[in-house]
């Protein structure tokens, strides 16, 4: 079985999509999917993460085994009765094949495997984030460490303008917090992109604006709000 080569993600920007026509190629797909998911649901939001969106070269080799990494948002309240987020997940990742397949037509099933649907709810993740505690069982822990996924997932790159509803709707309800409150859920998003996004506690000097490390500097960077 083939192994990815190592990559080194670009160290001036937090995100960065590689001039190849393979990595250009999915990201039109990508894009195109977007577009095709807003005819479906009136909010939706598509973040892009993983080697796709820092800088890696995929070559005519490597892009055979390269896959996609994207996470799709949709408002809880906006997602019909009879679908789940499985069934979207579904739809999504046969569009994506189906826009992958004519841009590559080498490409592979399991380059869309890593498409995730999140069936976004600001406030309960705010509530999980500040009423559950993660220490108390292994079920609280799984409940607190997945809220905290979600919200972190919100801040990859965001392909198409669609996450910005998203974010707003987060750091809305987390400025509705005390101050001491909002910072340490804050900290704890910041803590977790850095180790998501650059597989490390810490970023190049370069990047450090890049990733807000408090909320003040959270609204201004993500233009939600303006600080008090």
Known sequence: MSREPKYIPNSQKRFDISEDEYSRGRLGAISEVFEELKESFPSVGIALFGSLSKGKVLTHESHKISD???????DANEMPEFLNRGAVREIAQEMMAKKLYEKEPSSRRHMTQDIHVIAFDAKKIVD???HVDPKESEESADVWFDALDDACKLFHLDIGGGLAKF?????SEIKALPEGQREKIWSEIARALIIIEREKTEVPAELTRQYPATFEEALRYYRVDKPE
């Open 68 to 74: 996609v990494d994207v996470n799709i948002f949709i």
């Open 167 to 171: 974010r707003k709707a987060l750091l």
């Open 128 to 130: 999980h984030l500040t």
